[in-house]
């Protein structure tokens, strides 16, 4: 009997140690997985990081001496007691350095419902609605943001229907995604006529999404709550004024896109607020899950274009998700002129040189 029951016991203890060296197995599996998940993540995110390096400084200098301003701006050159510091701007008594640690990208709202598609025949491809620049400090860890009026009266380049060029003019900006090919050209002109526009800061990278994405966009962080400055009653009976109210579904797409009774300085106010409430949402979502970015992406990539790789993406997303953001979102100081049905803005070109020194520049010495 003892040598049945010791046989048993053997049997047992057998079994224990098989279930225990397969769960030894599978946890060691599990967190080799993860070892595996996160060093490729890591990888991917320096490859990301590589991409963005040192950008050159925009030519504020020649804005100074093209204005012909007389506040002795000539770098210092003549000032007698010409400092022992390194500076790229004397300006206004003051000298600055270029912050060179700073990522520019460029984000577009076409307006066009449908995915993107690269057209045969240039000219058809849609007006950029919605134009902001997110300008990423590394250094003193902050994100600012310039939303640009799509009426702004810049040069922007003009082709014909099989993409020659043909000349230089001054145009709303947002023409110039539409004399593109809808696709990346566009995408690729937009960005340079924006550069152009804010003196040649480089633009990083850009991203272009079509109205087609705001509904799974806004959806994916569960939704957008803002306080309405405006009736909204024709999208929906409790979108009265002064109401606040969860946006989801094609209800935030309309919401972006009507205009009742405002001017498109007001509908660019709506938008910028969204964008605040919506922001803070997406970083709270990326905060506690850095993957949540493939998955968005995933959602709406019929709809955006892009040359941002997935490494740059998941950098992007790692960096700025505990940066400081602004509570203000920039836009330019200008005026409007109406004729006829098409409104022009007229930016003050000064006004922009000093917010591009404020967001590119620290003042040194």
């Known amino acids: 009997m003892n040598g049945i029951n010791g046989k048993g016991n053997d049997t047992k203890k057998s079994k224990k140690k098989t279930a225990l060296i397969i769960l ?3 946890i060691g599996a599990v967190l080799l997985a993860l070892l595996v998940f996160f060093v490729t993540l890591l990888v991917m995110r320096e490859r990301g990081k590589a991409s963005f390096g040192g950008s050159p400084a925009p030519n504020l200098n020649d804005f100074i001496e093209s204005a012909g301003d007389e506040n002795d701006n000539n770098k210092g050159e003549n000032n007698p007691q010409k400092p022992d510091f390194e500076y790229d701007i004397y300006y206004d008594g003051s000298y600055y350095k270029y912050k060179s640690n700073i ?6 709202g076409v307006d066009r419902e449908k995915p993107f598609v690269k057209n045969e025949l240039y000219g058809n491809g849609g007006q950029s609605d919605v134009i902001i620049l997110a300008v990423i400090d590394r250094d003193n860890k902050k994100i600012s943001f310039i939303s640009v009026s799509r009426d702004v009266m810049t040069d922007i380049e003009t ?12 145009k709303q900006l947002t023409l110039q995604f539409a004399y593109g090919d809808g696709y990346t050209e566009s995408c690729r002109m937009i960005a340079e006529a924006v550069s152009n526009l804010f003196f040649g800061v480089t633009i990083d990278g ?3 999404m079509s109205m087609g994405a705001i509904a799974p966009l806004n959806d994916s962080v569960g939704g957008v709550e803002v306080t309405l400055k405006s009736d909204f009653t024709d999208i929906s009976p ?34 910028k607020n969204y964008l605040s409430a919506f922001s803070v949402k997406l970083r709270e979502k990326i905060k506690s899950n850095i993957m949540f970015v493939a998955t968005v992406y995933s959602s709406v990539k019929n709809y955006v274009l892009t040359n941002f790789s997935l490494s740059e993406l998941l950098y992007i997303a ?3 998700v505990n940066m400081d953001m602004s509570d203000e979102i920039y836009t330019l100081d200008g005026e409007y002129v109406t004729e006829g049905e098409h409104a022009e803005f007229y930016a003050d070109k000064w006004a922009m040189f000093r917010l591009i020194l404020s967001l590119y520049y620290d003042k040194v010495g």
């Open 238 to 271: 409790n979108m009265k004024k002064g109401a606040t109210v969860l946006l989801l579904g094609d209800v935030a797409y309309k919401y972006l896109r009507t205009r009742p009774e405002e001017t498109n300085a007001e509908r660019l106010e709506r938008q």
């Open 103 to 108: 990522i520019t990208l460029l984000f577009m």
């Open 206 to 208: 850009y991203c272009a």
């Open 24 to 26: 030894t197995c599978i």
């Open 318 to 320: 790692s960096e700025t």
């Open 159 to 170: 082709y014909d229907i099989y993409g020659n060029h043909i000349s230089t003019v001054k």
